[in-house]
């Protein structure tokens, strides 16, 4: 065993969250490896979003522990963490009217005492044009369409883990469904960015819905339902007919990608001996 397989970046074990009567989650256990892209499938409801809030450290579980680079993540300072993990949520709201850059440069507000200003510009320029809004850099964040402000948050945590260095070597962005917004080219952009993080040795942590865009990045992907984690592996592992159609109550075929070594995951018209559906023409017309 490798010492990348034994120390993993972050480790997760037995993590449940309660919250009143009702278990988000049920004793989830996940490592995320250096130099890997780890994505968490499954419908709505299932947990995921939970969990990255788990290991992130904005959500505190009910039972079980988080280490990050072996310490457990509440030994952290604040501004050590923020340095070393960065968060990208599905949503960010700003109650000023900042410029681009000026949003962009909230990122490198862990780095005030450990930074210069000619550093942290280089890493700005180089955030906005990794996640291509350098063109919006002087326009107002609340005049940008949902997708340029989505791209414009990706280049703040870019910013907020990069040292001008190129190396991210310990360094994990997590990013909760970061395609939602996007049109068809910046989802592939921002996949070749995780890709690109990885490569360069940081770690990913992305919540997704479309499975082939899982299978496209990750190397390791996990499935959950009902807050459980129902199995983890490599795409080509766990993106099988079966498996999907018990987790997401949806019929599908598995083939072989024409462009890639990865498999290719279509949807099937529901059977025959299938419930239903509750939107029927009676329904309808009356």
């Not at 579980?61 to 990050?68: A, E, H, I, N, P």
Request: net charge negative.
């Amino acid at each position: 065993m490798s010492s990348q397989e034994s120390e993993p970046l972050l480790a997760a074990r037995n993590l449940s969250v309660e919250m009143g009567n009702v278990r988000l989650l049920d004793d989830v256990s996940i490592n995320l490896l250096s130099g890997t892209v780890t994505c968490l499938l499954g419908p709505n409801g299932a947990g995921k979003s939970t969990l990255l809030r788990v290991l992130s450290g904005a959500l505190a579980s009910s039972r079980g522990g988080v280490q990050f680079n072996g310490r457990p993540l509440d030994q952290w300072e604040p501004d050590d963490l923020a340095r070393a993990r960065a968060v990208l949520s599905q949503s960010t709201t700003l109650g000023f009217a900042f410029s681009v850059v000026e949003v962009v440069a909230l990122g490198r507000s862990p780095h005030v005492r450990q930074s210069s200003a000619v550093l942290d510009r280089q890493v700005i320029e180089a955030a906005l044009v990794a996640a291509d809004v350098a063109h919006l850099a002087d326009r107002r964040y609340p005049t940008l369409s949902g997708g340029e402000q989505q791209r414009v948050q990706l280049a703040r945590v870019l910013a907020q883990l990069m040292d001008g260095s190129g190396d991210v070597s310990g360094r994990l962005l997590m990013l909760d469904e970061p395609t939602a917004s996007l049109d068809l080219a910046h989802q592939q952009q921002v996949l070749a960015i995780a890709r690109d993080f990885s490569k360069a040795g940081g770690t990913i942590l992305a919540v997704l819905h479309d499975l082939n865009l899982a299978a496209s990045v990750a190397d390791h992907v996990c499935l959950l339902k009902g807050g459980h984690l129902v199995t983890s592996g490599r795409p080509e592992e766990v993106l099988i007919p079966q498996m999907i159609e018990d987790v997401f109550a949806i019929r599908t075929a598995v083939l072989d990608h024409p462009g890639q070594a990865i498999p290719l995951v279509v949807t099937l018209p529901a059977s025959n001996e299938d419930p239903p559906s509750m939107l029927t023409s009676r329904s309808i017309l009356n």
